[in-house]
């Protein structure tokens, strides 16, 4: 009896050692890579994971998991579920409140004027225009963050915005009938100017109001208007290509800092990766829109009626002068790199 005990014993003490050189052979990449434990890393962001933005964060993520072999891990939170909105994360990433996050540049607008170049009213409303905007203004963002105490990871596209809504809008009275959720000061002014009701505030807390029949429309892409499902309460789009703005990712500073040589190098591959990920991501990302969107009984207007585009175009005149002056002369910068005086 006793030798069967022994022998049990033995068995239990060759399956505990066979565990642990598995998981140690596991851990042993990271370890090795960097001489140390794993780091891990919090990114948040305040759009659902199937978003483009969502898909940017994981999609760096596993790159980093991947190109570190382990070593660094980007843990990702998604829907503000840490907390922090768009307009927050220049500061929460500052602070190190979380270690990197994704934010729309509407939303740091508010804060950080610069930001809102991406979705001046009909100044890049193309995918080749929003591509040679973005790099105008690369040199201006990485400067911004810098000071900032953080590092430029990458830029996300977002499809044209355009206006979801309870009713058609296919009058400018449908146009003044609206309650409309705005995503930056400028757009706000712009729907105001041309007769509708216009709040700026944040998809997270635009989602009660709408949800509540307070806010009937919202100034947003196919792609924000999918991930939240707003057909739920707007089942109207009307494709007036306002703007194809951004959503930029960063890092803290100090936080790049302190890895390891090839993890930094890890990362920076991983960024670029992802950058040029996403804006080819956006090329078929419109069409894959719609079809979701058609799948959801979404009406969706591609002809705008003549009378709607001209009212949104006098109440967007003067939008980007008032943004040039105003933030000159980063502003000044930007647009003489996109070739607009």
């Given amino acids: 009896m006793a030798a069967g005990i022994y022998r049990r014993r033995a068995v239990l003490a060759v399956a505990a050692a066979l565990l642990l050189m598995s998981w140690a052979a596991q851990a042993a ?11 891990v890393l ?7 994971a199937t978003s483009m933005p969502g898909q940017g964060v994981t999609t760096f993520a596993e790159l980093v998991e991947k190109k570190t072999r382990g070593a660094v891990t980007i843990k990702p939170s998604f829907d503000a579920a840490a907390g922090f909105k768009s307009g927050d ?6 602070a190190r409140k979380v270690d990197a996050g994704d934010a729309f ?3 740091m607008a508010n804060k950080y004027p610069i930001f809102a170049v991406s979705s001046l009213p009909f100044l890049a409303d193309s995918l080749k225009k929003a591509v040679g905007l973005n790099k105008a203004a690369m040199p201006t963002y990485q400067k911004f963050f810098a000071e900032h105490g953080q590092k430029l990871l990458y830029t996300t596209p977002w499809p044209a915005s355009g206006i979801w809504s309870k009713a058609p809008v296919r009058s400018v009275a449908d146009l003044q009938a609206l309650n409309i959720r705005t995503y930056d000061n400028t757009s706000q002014a712009v729907m105001t100017r041309a007769g509708a009701k216009a709040v700026n505030i944040s998809f997270a ?6 949800a509540a029949g307070d806010v009937n429309a919202v100034l947003s892409s196919g792609d924000g208007g999918a991930g939240r499902k707003l057909w739920e309460y707007l089942p109207h789009f009307t494709e007036i290509n306002y703007a194809m703005p951004v959503s930029v990712a960063t890092m803290n500073l100090e936080a790049y800092k302190a890895l390891d040589p090839a993890s930094r190098a890890a990362i920076d591959s991983a960024a670029a ?13 419109l069409k894959e829109n719609y079809d979701t969107m058609r799948k959801n009984s979404v009406t969706i207007d591609t002809t705008v009626p003549a009378e709607v585009k001209q009212a949104l175009t006098r109440a967007a005149s003067g939008s980007v002068a008032e943004w040039k ?16 005086k």
């Fill in 29 to 39: 990449p990271a370890v090795k890579a960097t001489g140390r434990a794993p780091v």
């Fill in 205 to 210: 807390d635009a989602m009660p109001r709408i």
């Fill in 42 to 48: 919090s990114m948040a962001t305040e759009y659902p």
């Fill in 273 to 285: 990766e992802t950058e040029k990920a996403q804006w080819k991501r956006i090329e078929t990302r």
């Fill in 325 to 340: 002056t105003a933030n000159a002369p980063a502003s000044t910068v930007i647009l003489n790199r996109f070739g607009v």
């Fill in 89 to 94: 994360m220049i500061d929460a990433v500052a």
């Fill in 105 to 107: 540049a509407g939303g």
